[in-house]
């Protein structure tokens, strides 16, 4: 009885090896995903290597400083335009004084497309973008009195905004008020 049974395993035994060595051969590997290093990292490592790293190894921060020399302040009017109406909803503004308030059409809100179009991280630029829907929605849900729909969208421009904060910190124009901001 043994010797019957045992025939029948070897042979699945066998088609178990060859599907999986098969298997193996041919499926598709995943390509290694590549991560940069910031500058930052990359000086602290030549400086304990007491060696420069080559002009390839060192990204171009020429553009990310710029755009923040430019830009800071119009991403900080912004942030005052937002908390602003942020306030106005916590406060519970009757709809009559704040309907004809234009979000999209503010001076602020316009300068603020313009840095988020402009930003050299496409990326990036879409987060500021997020940001500013997500004080629009917050706005215009808070006029419809969907309430929980504007604590949602409070809450994702509440992210953004911290975000954008530690984002800002990296090339600071003016570090007083982005921490007078933050602690607001």
């Not at 599907?19 to 030549?46: A, D, W």
């Not at 002009?55 to 990310?64: F, K, T």
């Not at 503004?93 to 308030?101: G, H, M, R, T, V």
Request: glycine share 4%; net charge negative; charged share 25%.
């Amino acid at each position: 009885m043994l010797s019957d049974l045992m025939l029948p395993i070897l042979v699945c035994a066998g088609c178990l090896v060859i599907m999986i060595s098969v298997y193996l051969r041919t499926r598709k590997k995943s390509q290694r995903k590549t991560f940069s290093i910031p500058e930052s990292k990359l000086m602290k490592s030549s400086e304990d290597n007491e060696a420069e790293p080559s002009a390839a190894e060192v990204p171009s921060d020429q553009g990310l400083l710029s755009w923040h020399e430019g830009f800071e302040s119009t991403v900080l009017d912004f942030i005052e335009f937002s908390d602003g109406l942020i306030e106005i909803i916590d406060n519970g503004s009757p709809l009559e004084k704040i309907k004809n308030i234009d979000v999209l059409g503010a001076d602020q809100t316009l300068e603020f497309q313009k840095a988020a179009s402009e930003h050299p991280s496409p990326e990036m630029g879409a987060e500021l973008s997020a940001m500013l829907a997500a004080v629009s929605a917050s706005f215009h849900a808070y006029l419809r009195s969907e309430l929980d729909l504007v604590k949602q969208q409070k809450s994702i421009y509440q992210e953004y905004r911290e975000m954008w904060f530690q984002r800002l910190r990296q090339f600071p124009q003016d570090i007083d008020r982005i921490i007078h901001l933050r602690r607001v």
